[in-house]
């Protein structure tokens, strides 16, 4: 198998799910179920890394390489029709107000009502860059995030859960869970699942669960950092085994990839949906039983994603036919 055949479906649906678990607080019996939102946002961002990188290294040897221009235009047309569309509906219900140009620009333009969006916008011009380097410049650009990392660590009020409720301080985490999915797309590492990638996988998992029990149930703030340093080998090792063709071959041949590949790549309209939907919802505070609620939550949002992507599609078709080409 080579490199760039490798399968990243099943990641792209753990992302989804565990991202959308983490807004369920008010749709499952005990709001603890509501978790893994850290290590959906990872594999997002990892994936993110991985992809640009396979697709702005995919022309060498030799070949032309995109212009920035080019890259950004594509990053753009991507993700803005479908944010602008989530927006104008939350707009429309009262979820957001705009009452000057400055609120116009930091709803449609940047940094917009989804954080992920204004972090992934601000990465693609460093990545533009990054990606391209060799492993070990791309390690070392990994290693210098450590110094802004402890410099904004210790700034912040570790007597509440921030390394996650910081926006902008959670962007250094995800800005080097990005450049590890680059580097493992440079180094074109073949995801092969083992014994020793399934003990690492669950050990982290481990790991990760104990230390948030540990940190809350004793107050221990300043020990925060964990969770993002265990983040990293939860992802390392999530593609590993996730990612791995003895994995996904087989669970293609199931019933249930279409459902799985659906929600794969649904991965953005159900991230920008749910703000909105599942927010929505939870502010009717309908009285009716969590047999009810979970599947008003869910189903409404997949049908919503389906129909946020049908018609970013169109808007993208429109817009690209009006645009002047770029030099790439």
Known sequence: ???????????????????????????????????????????????????????????EPGGAEPSLLAYLRKRVLRLYPAAILVACVMLAVGMIGITSPAD???????????????????FYVPIFYLARLQPRGIAIAMGLLLIPYAVFYSQLDLSRFVVEGDDYFKWINYFGITLMGCLIARLRLT????LAAIAGLVLSLLAFLVAKLTVF?????????VFHLLLYPIIFFSYQVLAAETVVRPLRATPFFPAIALLAGLTL???????????WLEAQNYPYSYAVLLPLALVPLVVFSVLTQWLSHRMVNGVSRLLPPVPV
Request: glycine letters at 8%; proline letters at 5%; hydrophobic letters at 50%.
């Open 104 to 122: 116009l620009v930091k709803t449609f333009v940047w940094p917009t009502p989804f954080w992920f969006i204004s972090a992934v916008m601000a």
């Open 269 to 279: 309209e159900i991230y920008l949906t749910q703000t909105a939907w599942i927010h």
């Open 191 to 194: 995801p092969e699942v083992g």
């Open 217 to 225: 149930r004793f107050d221990l703030g300043e020990l925060q950092f």
């Open 1 to 59: 198998m080579t490199r760039r055949s490798t399968d990243t479906t099943l990641m792209l649906f753990m992302a989804t799910c565990l991202i959308t678990l983490s807004h369920l607080d008010a749709f499952v019996p005990d709001p603890r179920i509501a978790t893994g939102g850290a290590i959906g946002n990872s594999l997002f961002f990892f994936l993110s890394g991985f992809g640009l990188t396979m697709s702005l290294n995919a022309g």
